[in-house]
């Protein structure tokens, strides 16, 4: 098993910065495909961004491309998503998840989840 803690959301301008992070506990790290998703109440869940277990590719929603970017640090248990120029339309929970067997933009792919953290960007 592997436990997923996030933390680094709040409140932000239009235009503005946020980093979240997502500390991992449990199995070895470096086993892990992580992926960042995101969820509205108007919306079903929402692919954003994913690393693969080596840390050597990254892909993202086309949403969010040259905004957001993914990075991880297996030493730390950690995964971070980077938003630059965020917009009204970001704000959503977002939530980390990790995968032992895929690399994808399908949230039914993703065994473990954290317990998603709030980003709110107003105009």
């Known amino acids: 098993q592997v436990q997923l803690v996030e933390s680094g959301g709040g409140l932000v301008q239009a235009g503005g910065s946020l980093r979240l992070s997502c500390a991992a506990s449990?199995?070895?790290?470096?086993?892990?495909?992580l992926a960042w998703f995101r969820q509205t109440p108007a919306k079903e869940r929402e692919f954003v961004a994913a690393?693969?277990?080596?840390?050597?590719?990254?892909y993202y929603s086309v949403s969010v491309k040259g905004r957001f970017t993914i990075s991880r640090d297996d030493a730390k248990n950690t995964v971070w998503l980077e938003m630059n120029s965020l917009k009204p339309e970001d704000t959503a929970v977002y939530y980390c998840?990790?995968?032992?067997?895929?690399?994808?933009?399908?949230?039914?792919?993703?065994?473990?989840w954290g317990q998603g953290t709030q980003v709110t960007v107003s105009s």
């Open positions: 449990g199995r070895p790290f470096s086993t892990y495909n």
């Open positions: 690393i693969n277990s080596r840390g050597d590719d990254t």
């Open positions: 998840a990790a995968s032992t067997r895929h690399y994808s933009n399908y949230a039914d792919h993703y065994s473990y």
